[in-house]
């Protein structure tokens, strides 16, 4: 299957700084990825939808100058947690679809956050 | 308002033994629905693909049912290993135009040697 890489896999920084977490289509083209947040033992929660070219959209309740997202290019979407604080601590996951080839959606291994 | 439901959040069973999960949905026409299994620190793996129009599903020693009526999907395991005990997750995409998956919270699955 298409492999969606997610970098880094873990995370720690200060209260207060920005932390940037990429998230590539290394075999096929995805004009379309989707970023989400998982609390421990419960669901994915779509944050927002990134869109190759244009501005991402957001899920309601989602602070869209808190959680910038730039998808400049059809492999690489990026997602950057502005001024974190400890109450952003959590697993990030990134996915894409190859809709040249399927309907399953493909996930990046996950970034854990936590800010300290 | 729309809901997935996956109602067990742990199942322990017996190596060997056949696993069924469930994941049962409120207010939503999905076009078709998926099983993903995740692991702990992991994004979720891709396993199964059922479609509005299709009864089960079959790949190896998972199967997936759908039944649109009682709005209601049932994964099972058969054969279970240790290997298997993982969360699995169900999703739905709904029919239209929209993109994204909605996921259920998981189910924990512990296969006891």
């Known amino acids: 299957g298409a492999v969606v890489s997610q970098h880094p896999s873990w995370v720690i920084c200060k ?4 932390v940037k977490i990429e998230c590539r289509s290394l075999d096929f083209q ?29 899920e309601q309740g989602v602070e869209k100058d808190k959680f910038l997202i730039n998808h400049a290019s059809l492999t ?17 996951i990134c996915s894409a679809r190859d ?14 956050l936590t800010v300290v | ?39 702990p620190g992991r994004g979720p793996v891709f396993l ?3 479609r509005e129009n299709e009864k089960e599903k079959r790949k190896e020693r998972l199967k997936v049912t759908f039944d649109t ?8 395991i058969t054969a279970s290993q240790p290997a298997d005990s993982a969360t699995y997750l ?4 709904p029919s239209g135009s929209a993109r994204q998956l909605t996921f259920g919270s998981g189910t924990q699955l512990t296969v006891l040697p």
Not at chain 1, 30 to 58: D, I
Not at chain 1, 76 to 92: G, I, M, R
Not at chain 2, 90 to 93: E, G, V
């Open chain 1, 15 to 18: 209260s207060g700084t920005s």
């Open chain 2, 48 to 50: 199964l693909l059922i």
């Open chain 2, 69 to 76: 009526t009682l709005k209601q999907s049932l994964f099972h």
């Open chain 2, 90 to 93: 169900c999703a739905l995409h």
């Open chain 2, 1 to 39: 308002s729309q809901k997935i439901e996956q109602n067990s959040e742990a199942l322990n069973i017996q190596e060997g033994k056949t696993a069924t999960l469930t994941c049962n949905y409120t207010n939503y026409s999905p076009a078709y629905l998926q099983w993903y299994r995740q692991d």
């Open chain 1, 99 to 112: 809709w040249g080839a399927a309907t399953s959606a493909f996930f990046g291994q996950g970034t854990r």
């Open chain 1, 76 to 92: 690489l979407s990026t997602l950057t947690v502005t001024s974190a604080h400890p109450e952003d601590s959590s697993f990030y």
């Open chain 1, 30 to 58: 995805a004009t379309t990825m989707f970023w989400y947040r998982q609390f421990p033992k419960q669901s994915l929660m779509l944050m927002a939808t990134s869109n190759e070219g244009s501005k991402a959209t957001y």
